[in-house]
């Protein structure tokens, strides 16, 4: 044996600058998380404050002294504000810079996050810009027309609309509200012509144009000629021939477009805002009254930090989002010699993606090298037993690859020989124990090779644990289980420490897609997460980010976990920890979750306890049992969903 080549334990010093390169928080969280020196994670929710730092593990263990079970959401009001500011203020500066003649007049589509403290502030941060509100639903408009109060924002709707969503919207311009209702199909035209006859209001009208221009993702088909909603050009002129011909020409004031969400790629905003701009001047050219042109969402979120046009990811930056729109219209409309139009923009995920988090603990390891068998020499055992000891035994950086090859060989041979009859069960435990151990200690000493070959490479996925973590994929992540979204996954403490496991996440549904295998890899995605050793008797917590936008209220009732406990961090500088819990919303009560699959809880809790009568009536059980029975199945009623 090559002594020089023994092998020793592996240096675990680890710095916060080699947890960032594994977790990327520096490239995925716009600058409002970091990693801690104490290795906790922080979070920085003022992008004007950077000093102000609220370190995420003190939230936890404020959570955790007033009883809040986890999972649960740690929304960040001061993201939401920030986001909406930087929003604004950049549209606000670039306009300035490009001495452009309109004003920008975002909204917030409501779909998004449709939570009524996220909107209230939303519509607080956006007061001093008119920042509005977009509706795709009659119960979005009706939320809208309730909280959006600033009488100087838009409320833009979209989505396809019904006698009563148009009657609702007519109401809204009767109270004053600056509504404008977007045509995406022409039927709705010749309806909304007749009701604002009836109710003599001049409503405000926005056409949606079906772009030739591809956007670029997962979303693509939102555009194009086949897309679901929108006019193509001839249905916009039909549409201007009709309102001039019922006397509401005037009324027509906006152009909107929305080629998808998460546009991955510069390119297609570049495309999308000259196709609209030239649709624009012409419609002014022809005497067409507009003043405000939409652009719709797509801004995208960086969500794996990579910067690319990945489907995770974007190439650009929120500045260069803005100038593309901005200098695109200036420079068409100087060129046609036509007055800039005010712009609107409808970013949603953008806006709410950061604000919000699942916090989870992980509650158990499955391991695929589990079981331990004592491999001891026994006299007499199966020579290929001995020659896996030997390889064992004889291990060294040198021998690497040839003893990977030669133990996968001699399992096989140890299975084979299993079939035949002429291997006992012991002996495979053997076998398998010391392949596993093997394989273990390759692995941890892999780095010390120069060069490592191809196939050693796959041992670390062979040898990744699945992480058992507290919460269902489907309510909290659902994009990551629907359309291979990436979110960015990071512990919350302990990131001064090596993280030494290679793992994957599966969550508590008994459904075998409840887990999360793709994660922020070096170049693509990957399908492990280095996490640290699970300590006996210590909390492992984990958290989800960038979860705000979508997933926060696209969950489902999948194995009826429903939702998560919710708290509400609001900083604040005076206080040492420099935060404080605004709020705490409780999640889903088994019997909540029940109640709507349309089960009574108050009749099922009786039905036990007549079964536990009877028991009880038998002997079989005593009285005083019976009413702990009873209470016990109460309480687990009245409780969290979610493991304890
Ligand atoms: C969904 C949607 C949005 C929001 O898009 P984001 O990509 O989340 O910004 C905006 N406008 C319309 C019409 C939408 O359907």
Request: hydrophobic share 40%; aromatic share 8%; with cysteine.
């Given at each position: 044996?090559?002594?020089?080549?023994?092998?020793?334990?592996?240096?675990?010093?680890?710095?916060?600058?080699?947890?960032?390169?594994?977790y990327?928080?520096?490239r995925?969280?716009?600058?409002?998380?970091?990693?801690?020196?104490?290795?906790?994670?922080?979070?920085?929710?003022?992008?004007?404050?950077?000093?102000?730092?609220?370190?995420?593990?003190?939230?936890?263990?404020?959570?955790?002294?007033?009883?809040?079970q986890?999972?649960?959401v740690?929304?960040?009001?001061?993201?939401l504000?920030?986001?909406?500011?930087?929003?604004?203020?950049t549209?606000r500066?670039?306009?300035?810079?490009?001495?452009?003649?309109?004003?920008y007049?975002?909204?917030?589509?409501?779909?998004?996050?449709?939570?009524?403290?996220?909107?209230?502030?939303i519509v607080?941060?956006?007061?001093?810009?008119?920042y509005?509100?977009?509706?795709?639903?009659?119960?979005?408009?009706?939320?809208?027309?309730?909280?959006?109060?600033?009488?100087?924002?838009?409320?833009i709707?979209?989505?396809?609309?019904?006698?009563?969503?148009?009657?609702?919207?007519l109401?809204?311009?009767?109270?004053?509200?600056?509504?404008?209702?977007?045509?995406?199909k022409?039927?709705?035209?010749?309806k909304?012509?007749?009701l604002?006859?009836?109710?003599?209001v001049?409503?405000?009208?926005?056409?949606?144009v079906?772009?030739?221009?591809?956007?670029?993702?997962?979303?693509?088909?939102?555009?194009?000629?086949?897309?679901?909603?929108g006019?193509s050009?001839?249905?916009?002129?039909?549409?201007?021939?009709?309102?001039?011909?019922?006397?509401?020409?005037?009324?027509?004031?906006?152009?909107?477009?929305h080629i998808?969400?998460?546009?991955?790629d510069?390119?297609?905003?570049?495309?999308?805002?000259?196709?609209?701009?030239?649709v624009?001047?012409q419609?002014?050219?022809?005497?067409?009254?507009?003043?405000?042109?939409?652009?719709?969402?797509?801004?995208a979120?960086?969500?794996?930090?990579?910067?690319?046009?990945?489907?995770?990811?974007?190439?650009?930056?929120?500045e260069e989002?803005?100038?593309d729109i901005?200098?695109?219209?200036?420079?068409?409309c100087?060129?046609?010699?036509?007055?800039?139009?005010?712009i609107?923009?409808?970013?949603?995920?953008?806006?709410?993606?950061?604000?919000?988090?699942?916090?989870?603990?992980?509650?158990?390891e499955?391991?695929?090298?589990?079981?331990?068998?004592?491999?001891?020499?026994?006299?007499?055992?199966?020579?290929?037993?001995?020659?896996?000891?030997?390889?064992?035994?004889?291990?060294?950086t040198?021998?690497?690859?040839?003893?990977?090859?030669d133990?996968a060989?001699?399992?096989?041979?140890a299975?084979s020989?299993?079939k035949?009859?002429?291997?006992?069960l012991?002996?495979?435990?053997?076998?398998?124990?010391?392949y596993?151990?093997?394989?273990?200690?390759i692995?941890?000493?892999?780095?010390d090779?120069?060069?490592?070959?191809?196939?050693?490479?796959?041992?670390?996925?062979?040898?990744?644990?699945?992480?058992?973590?507290?919460f269902?994929?489907f309510?909290?992540?659902?994009?990551?289980?629907?359309?291979?979204?990436?979110?960015?996954?990071?512990p919350?403490?302990r990131?001064?420490?090596?993280?030494?496991?290679?793992?994957?996440?599966?969550?508590?549904t008994c459904?075998?897609?409840?887990?999360?295998d793709?994660?922020?890899g070096?170049?693509?995605?990957?399908?492990?997460i280095?996490?640290?050793?699970?300590?006996d008797?210590?909390?492992?917590?984990?958290?989800?980010?960038?979860?705000?936008?979508?997933?926060?209220?696209?969950?489902?009732?999948?194995?009826?976990?429903?939702r998560?406990n919710?708290?509400?961090?609001?900083?604040?500088?005076?206080?040492?920890?420099?935060?404080?819990?605004?709020?705490?919303?409780?999640?889903?009560?088994?019997?909540?979750?029940?109640s709507?699959m349309?089960?009574?809880p108050?009749?099922?809790?009786q039905?036990?306890?007549?079964?536990?009568?009877?028991?009880?009536?038998?002997?079989?059980?005593?009285?005083?049992e019976?009413?702990?029975?009873?209470?016990?199945?109460?309480?687990?009623?009245?409780g969290?969903?979610?493991?304890?």
């Open positions: 044996m090559n002594k020089a080549n023994s092998l020793k334990t592996p240096s675990n010093a680890w710095s916060i600058e080699q947890s960032e390169q594994i990327r928080v520096n995925w969280s716009n600058g409002y998380f970091e990693i801690g020196e104490n290795g906790n994670l922080h979070a920085i929710p003022r992008y004007d404050q950077p000093k102000l730092k609220i370190d995420l593990r003190e939230i936890i263990d404020e959570m955790s002294s007033m009883g809040i986890f999972p649960a740690i929304r960040f009001h001061d993201i504000r920030s986001q909406v500011e930087l929003l604004n203020k549209f500066h670039t306009i300035e810079e490009a001495q452009y003649e309109g004003k007049l975002g909204v917030f589509p409501v779909k998004v996050n449709q939570m009524r403290e996220v909107i209230e502030e607080s941060a956006g007061a001093r810009f008119d509005g509100l977009e509706a795709g639903s009659k119960p979005e408009l009706i939320a809208a027309l309730a909280y959006n109060t600033n009488k100087n924002s838009l409320t709707l979209n989505g396809y609309k019904d006698e009563e969503y148009l009657r609702l919207a109401l809204g311009l009767k109270i004053n509200r600056k509504i404008v209702i977007v045509i995406e022409f039927t709705e035209l010749v909304l012509v007749e604002a006859k009836e109710l003599n001049k409503p405000v009208i926005g056409l949606r079906k772009m030739m221009v591809k956007g670029r993702g997962k979303w693509e088909s939102s555009s194009g000629e086949r897309a679901k909603f006019l050009i001839a249905e916009i002129i039909n549409a201007v021939t009709l309102l001039e011909k019922e006397g509401f020409e005037d009324s027509i004031k906006l152009l909107h477009f998808g969400s998460q546009l991955t510069i390119r297609a905003i570049k495309e999308a805002v000259q196709e609209a701009s030239i624009y001047t419609l002014i050219k022809q005497g067409v009254p507009l003043q405000y042109v939409d652009v719709g969402g797509g801004l979120v960086d969500y794996d930090g990579s910067q690319s046009t990945n489907d995770s990811s974007c190439n650009y930056s929120l989002y803005v100038s901005v200098y695109g219209f200036k420079q068409s100087d060129l046609a010699g036509v007055p800039h139009p005010n609107v923009s409808e970013s949603g995920r953008a806006m709410t993606a950061h604000h919000s988090c699942v916090v989870t603990k992980v509650i158990g499955i391991q695929p090298n589990g079981k331990k068998f004592n491999t001891n020499k026994a006299t007499g055992e199966h020579i290929i037993v001995s020659n896996m000891r030997e390889l064992e035994s004889d291990l060294t040198d021998n690497f690859h040839e003893t990977y090859n133990i060989q001699l399992k096989e041979q299975l020989a299993f035949l009859g002429i291997f006992t012991e002996e495979l435990a053997k076998i398998e124990t010391m596993w151990r093997i394989l273990n200690n692995q941890s000493h892999l780095h090779l120069d060069f490592i070959p191809e196939e050693l490479n796959d041992i670390s996925e062979m040898l990744s644990s699945q992480y058992l973590a507290n269902s994929v309510q909290s992540a659902v994009d990551s289980w629907a359309i291979d979204q990436v979110l960015p996954i990071v919350i403490s990131l001064n420490e090596k993280p030494t496991k290679q793992c994957s996440l599966v969550d508590i459904d075998s897609d409840g887990k999360i793709k994660f922020i070096d170049e693509t995605v990957a399908k492990n280095p996490l640290h050793k699970l300590i008797n210590e909390d492992y917590f984990i958290g989800l980010f960038l979860t705000g936008a979508y997933q926060d209220v696209m969950g489902d009732m999948h194995n009826l976990f429903g998560l919710e708290v509400h961090i609001v900083s604040y500088d005076d206080d040492p920890k420099d935060f404080y819990i605004e709020e705490v919303i409780k999640g889903s009560s088994v019997e909540h979750v029940l709507t349309q089960y009574t108050a009749i099922m809790a039905m036990i306890k007549k079964e536990i009568d009877k028991q009880i009536q038998r002997g079989k059980i005593k009285p005083r019976g009413v702990h029975l009873i209470d016990f199945y109460e309480d687990c009623l009245n969290y969903t979610y493991l304890k």
